[in-house]
């Protein structure tokens, strides 16, 4: 009794059952892709809105200060270079 209600069952998720796979896949991935767009919307509207994060408030720790401020502009040249006899420094000017 209980077998002729469930092989009904079985005949049709034997005979769909790649169409069943393809539709959950795709209502899974519109599921992802509305998620997604939902977050990245949100985080842009935080940018925007100032409650996000600042990128002018972020520590640094102070060796990269340093090495920041240590750095020479392209007009300024350093000569502590030293370079193999007949090589010429390419970003001289």
Not at 30 to 37: A, G, P, Y
Not at 55 to 66: G, I, Y
Request: hydrophobic share 40%; net charge negative; aromatic share 8%.
């Amino acid at each position: 009794m209980e077998e002729e209600k469930i092989n009904p069952i079985k005949a049709f998720f034997s005979r769909f059952n790649t169409v069943i796979f393809i539709v959950v896949l795709t209502i899974l991935l519109i599921f992802c892709i509305i998620l997604l767009k939902n977050n990245i919307s949100q985080t842009g509207a935080e940018v925007l809105d100032g409650t996000g994060i600042d990128p002018n408030q972020t520590v640094f720790p102070e060796a990269v200060k340093n090495k920041i401020n240590n750095l020479k502009m392209s007009d300024q040249n350093s000569g502590d270079q030293a370079l193999p006899s007949g090589r010429i420094n390419p970003f001289s000017e």
